[in-house]
């Protein structure tokens, strides 16, 4: 069992939608969970950042962990075409101010919107 | 505007060939950088942790006397994969953490990815 699982998708929606993204994970040990969106060709770009369970909301977006399941989401309310994105969610045991850190990322989650 | 600058964007190469990436914090100075590998619709892989000063500690599996990492100063940390095959065509992306006292929208602690190198070896 790889220790972080994500649905490629790829998954469409229409403008307005509210879009849901999800993590499975295998490590306990797992703290600091984190969303990255990644357009094509780029590199990733910190959406939300989440330490322990429970939920974070910003603006649109709105991240969920459950320690318990092992189960992170995001979900994007009044999704609008510029999320159109590759979605990553990334985790790691710790992370140390100067210190290494390890992310293990997932495979990330295409989503169109479509207007 | 981007706070870690990776160059080139993208590198074509004749197989045999080394190639040289880039990876420089401009807003902060980053102690610890991190190369990762992106191969299509795959996940990031980190390669590599690379500190200022010290040699760079490689995840299992990845040949450190390939892919060498030098990072010799506090902004600027270069991944140097040597005699390139076609299967070390990537996309190859660096991340570094912000460092005490940082300029712009920096925080401290806070990990930036660059814009992504991507690397064709024919």
């Known amino acids: 069992q790889k220790e972080v699982e994500q649905d490629p998708g790829p998954l469409s929606v229409p403008e307005g939608a509210i879009v849901s993204l999800n993590c499975t994970y295998s490590?306990?040990?797992?703290?600091?969970f984190m969303w990255y969106r990644q357009y094509s060709r780029k590199g990733p770009e910190l959406l939300m950042y989440?330490?322990?369970?429970g939920n974070k909301e910003d603006g649109r977006f709105t991240a969920q962990v459950d320690k318990s399941s092992k189960y992170i989401s995001l979900f994007i309310r009044d999704s609008q075409p510029s999320d159109s994105a590759t979605y990553l969610c990334?985790?790691?045991?710790?992370?140390?101010?100067?210190?290494?850190?390890?992310?293990?990322f997932g495979k990330g989650t295409k989503l169109t919107v479509n207007p | 505007g981007a706070v870690v600058s990776q160059h080139p964007s993208r590198v074509i190469c004749k197989s045999g060939t080394s190639v040289k990436i880039e990876c420089r914090s401009l807003?902060?100075?980053?102690?610890?950088m991190f190369w990762y590998r992106q191969f299509p619709k795959q996940s990031l892989m980190l390669m590599a942790t690379?500190?200022?000063?010290?040699?760079?500690?490689?995840e299992q599996g990845v040949e450190k006397d390939k892919f060498l990492i030098n990072h010799a100063s506090l902004t600027l940390s270069t991944l140097t994969v040597t005699s390139a095959h076609p299967e070390d065509s990537s996309f190859y992306i660096c991340?570094?953490?912000?460092?005490?006292?940082?300029?712009?929208?920096?925080?401290?602690?806070?990990?930036?990815f660059g814009e992504g190198s991507r690397l064709t070896v024919l």
């Open positions: 991340s570094a953490r912000a460092g005490g006292n940082p300029r712009g929208r920096a925080r401290t602690g806070e990990l930036f």
């Open positions: 490590n306990s040990a797992f703290q600091y």
């Open positions: 989440t330490y322990s369970s």
């Open positions: 990334a985790m790691s045991e710790f992370i140390t101010q100067g210190g290494s850190e390890k992310l293990v």
């Open positions: 807003d902060f100075q980053a102690t610890t």
């Open positions: 690379s500190n200022e000063g010290s040699k760079a500690t490689y």
